[in-house]
T-cell receptor
């Protein structure tokens, strides 16, 4: 039973398309995240949600829109895909409530997005 | 602006010897530090952490040392085993964000 699962694992698409990545966690955690690992290998936070409420929204283009239908799901929708969006996107979850991030994150296995 | 730096992209260590992975940080507000391990095609998994009020935390073969004055932490793995071959990410937090380094790829040689 995968704790944090994200789909698809690989996503190859053309520039200008709209795509979504889905994430689900069965750990009962309150907080979920999206991280991006770019070509320079940094893992950078994009968004975090706590109980369906947006907590962190880093400097991310408006083309990226997270959606949390319930606290076990956090999907990422990307409009008008660009070449620079090619990266590995990781979903994660943790136990913490708002304001403190010293609990460990549980990551999904990543979605490799390639924009051609 | 790299707040968490792992200056060694890769490290090779003989099986059975000690592996030492280093991490430097710039933000003195960081008060919690974590190490994550990542295998290919998998997400990072939590390994060990340390609060800024401590200078050492040990968990089996893994020990993390924190030198606040130098803004430096290190992860020691002893003895190193083949399954330790992976990418290790150093991370630091202050409040509601965790900032990750670029990772160090550790190769354990037979």
């Amino acid at each position: 039973d995968t704790a944090v699962s994200q789909t698809p694992k690989y996503l190859v698409t053309q520039m200008g398309n709209d795509k979504s990545i889905k994430c689900e966690q069965n750990l009962g955690h309150d907080t979920m995240y999206w991280y991006k690992q770019d070509s320079k290998k940094f893992l950078k936070i994009m968004f975090s949600y706590n109980n369906k409420e947006l907590i962190i929204n880093e400097t991310v283009p408006n083309r990226f829109s997270p959606k949390s239908p319930d606290k076990a799901h956090l999907n990422l929708h990307i409009n008008s895909l660009e070449l620079g969006d090619s990266a590995v996107y990781f979903c994660a979850s943790s136990h913490i409530g708002q304001g403190r991030t010293n609990e460990k994150l549980f990551f999904g296995s990543g979605t490799q997005l390639s924009v051609l | 602006d790299q707040q968490v730096k792992q200056n060694s992209p890769s490290l090779s260590v003989q099986e059975g010897r000690i592996s030492i992975l280093n991490c430097d940080y710039t933000n003195s507000m960081f008060d919690y530090f974590l190490w994550y391990k990542k295998y290919p095609a998998e997400g990072p998994t939590f390994l060990i952490s340390i609060s800024s009020i401590k200078d050492k935390n040990e968990d089996g073969r893994f020990t993390v040392f924190l030198n606040k004055s130098a803004k430096h932490l290190s992860l020691h793995i002893v003895p190193s085993q083949p399954g330790d071959s992976a990418v290790y990410f150093c991370a630091a937090s202050a409040g509601d964000k965790i900032i990750f380094g670029k990772g160090t790829r550790l190769h354990i040689l037979p």
